[in-house]
């Protein structure tokens, strides 16, 4: 398996690349009329069953860019040169640290959908007047936009890193497709993986819990009176 390792310490020998070119991801939200187009909220919990593993992903993705280039005039001629190679790790690296979540929370509303992913930041799009509303957070600027069913989130790093996931739900609503590709501006390919879920009944909690001025938050197994 790749080792999982901090985020800064992924992005930064990507930012220190010196990469020229921004990443092209389409700003052009494609406007929609009416309730968003499908229901994701529920909770979601992940099917180790089905989908990549990152590692074999990862070495199929190497073995692509080592091939010999078509117009090669010796044996051994590689499109990709050591140091951008090492770039393709770093960006495996990162898109496995990214879908390690093993459970999703969405919530949905005629205006927003919020995603929470266990042990990571919440992702967040907003719609009003059938386009998406840009959000910006401590990591970057975050695109949404509906292409069809499919809900597509883009969040733009600095120095030429994107990441972007695409939300498919099954016909029946109870399994969603999480496609995640994180790519840089380089000429480097992206890496994708592909995670899915299955939603499952959340058991509410035995506790009743209430925000006070004096104590801040109180819970109990019983009736709380303010």
Not at 50 to 60: C, E, K, P
Not at 61 to 69: D, F, I, K, N
Not at 101 to 110: A, F, H, K, N
Request: charged share 20%.
């Amino acid at each position: 398996m790749i080792t999982r390792i901090a985020i800064s310490a992924v992005v930064l020998p990507l930012l220190l690349a010196g990469c020229s070119n921004q990443p092209t991801v389409d700003t052009n939200v494609r406007s929609f009329t009416g309730g968003m187009p499908v229901d994701l909220s529920g909770s979601w919990e992940r099917d180790y069953s089905r989908g990549d593993d990152a590692q074999t992903t990862l070495n199929m993705v190497l073995r692509r860019a080592s091939r010999p280039a078509p117009d090669a005039g010796y044996p051994g001629n590689t499109p990709y040169p050591t140091q951008d190679l090492s770039k393709i790790v770093a960006l495996a690296q990162l898109a496995e640290l990214i879908t390690r979540p093993d459970v999703l929370t969405i919530e949905q509303s005629e205006f927003e959908i919020s995603i929470a992913r266990k042990d990571d930041f919440t992702m967040l799009c907003e719609f009003y007047g059938g386009f998406a509303k840009r959000t910006q957070s401590d990591y970057g600027t975050e695109v949404c936009n509906w292409n069809g069913t499919r809900l597509e989130s883009h969040l733009i790093l600095p120095d030429g890193l994107l990441i972007s996931h695409r939300f498919t739900i099954s016909p029946d609503g109870q399994n969603l497709h999480v496609s995640t590709t994180v790519s840089s501006g380089s000429s480097t390919p992206p890496f994708t993986l592909n995670r899915y879920y299955v939603k499952f009944d959340r058991p509410q909690s035995e506790f009743n819990c209430i925000e006070t001025l004096s104590m801040k938050r109180v819970c109990s197994t019983g009736e709380i009176r303010p």
